[in-house]
């Protein structure tokens, strides 16, 4: 594969895991907010769904693609923007899978609530909660790693 083929499949995932990401936070967190449990939970079914069609595959995609083109270019694992990248990526990661739990359960518990025609629990909005506050580092750290991608500063030496 060539380098530019590497690099626009590496570009065109990160623009594909960003936008899944900021859409699915921006969706639920609108439909948490209007308080229409139909409307959440058929959010809720979404993002779900969303997670595993485009963000599972690119967080899959990320790292190989990025392997590759540092191969290309030759830089070690060890460049200190690229180890602080690597850093920030596993981090991500480490915040988005307990997301995806519960992302599964809020689907799982407003699909319940719209089925007995009850409200959420406070359980739900534990977890919506919980969600939101381990998808903001992950973003921001994602965010991070584009910046050192981009600008690849001298770190430390």
């Not at 499949?9 to 895991?17: A, E, R």
């Not at 699915?24 to 948490?32: Q, R």
């Not at 089925?115 to 969600?131: D, G, I, N, S, V």
Request: proline residues 5%; hydrophobic residues 55%; charged residues 10%.
């Amino acid at each position: 594969m060539t380098y530019l083929t590497l690099k626009s499949l590496h570009i065109l995932s990160l623009i594909l895991l960003f936008g899944t990401g900021l859409g699915s936070a921006f969706y639920k967190f609108m439909a948490d907010l209007s308080g229409d449990i139909r409307a959440i939970y058929t959010t809720n079914r979404h993002v779900v769904l969303a997670d595993w069609l485009f963000t599972t595959p690119t967080v899959i995609i990320q790292p190989i693609t990025g392997y590759y083109l540092l191969q290309d270019l030759s830089f070690p694992l060890t460049t200190p923007w690229l180890l602080l990248s690597i850093i920030l990526y596993i981090l991500a990661g480490a915040c988005w899978l307990p997301v995806v739990w519960f992302q599964i359960r809020m689907r799982e518990l407003s699909r319940l609530a719209v089925e007995q025609h009850t409200p959420l629990t406070r359980e739900y909005y534990r977890y919506a909660h919980a969600w939101f506050c381990l998808g903001v580092p992950a973003f921001l750290a994602m965010l991070l790693i584009v910046v050192l991608m981009v600008i690849k500063p001298m770190l430390w030496s």
